[in-house]
């Protein structure tokens, strides 16, 4: 197995723990979100659906095939993950640039 599997099974295995947390603390008054370090938005809904996708991402990743990459490839891949990793730390920005309710 590959390196690079090693840890996105890891991380498929950690990030469910991660979920399990947003959601238990749901239920606390006044919990906010510091997953990334910078906003002290209240969790939300929206943090374990994000942390679902990112689930998704990981299993993804550890089931796709393997073999040589053309630089082609290689530039979309990294373009992709750089697009979505920044989304996914700016969420919470985000929500708020585009208006959405504090409600979820």
């Known amino acids: 197995m590959r390196g690079y599997r090693i ?6 295995a950690l ?3 991660f979920t399990v947390a947003v959601a238990t603390n749901l239920r606390r008054a006044g ?6 370090g910078r906003t002290a938005a209240p ?16 299993i993804a990743g550890a089931l796709a095939p393997s073999g040589p990459v053309r630089p082609g490839e290689a530039v979309l891949a990294v373009a992709g993950g ?3 990793g920044v ?5 919470d920005d985000l ?3 585009f208006g959405a309710s504090r409600r979820t």
């Open 87 to 91: 989304l996914v730390v700016m969420m």
């Open 95 to 97: 929500r708020f640039l």
């Open 7 to 12: 840890g996105i099974l890891l991380s498929a």
């Open 43 to 58: 969790l939300g809904r929206q943090h374990v659906w994000r942390n679902a996708f990112l689930v998704g991402c990981a």
């Open 82 to 84: 750089l697009l979505t």
């Open 15 to 17: 990030l469910p723990a």
């Open 31 to 36: 919990a906010t979100c510091r997953c990334f």
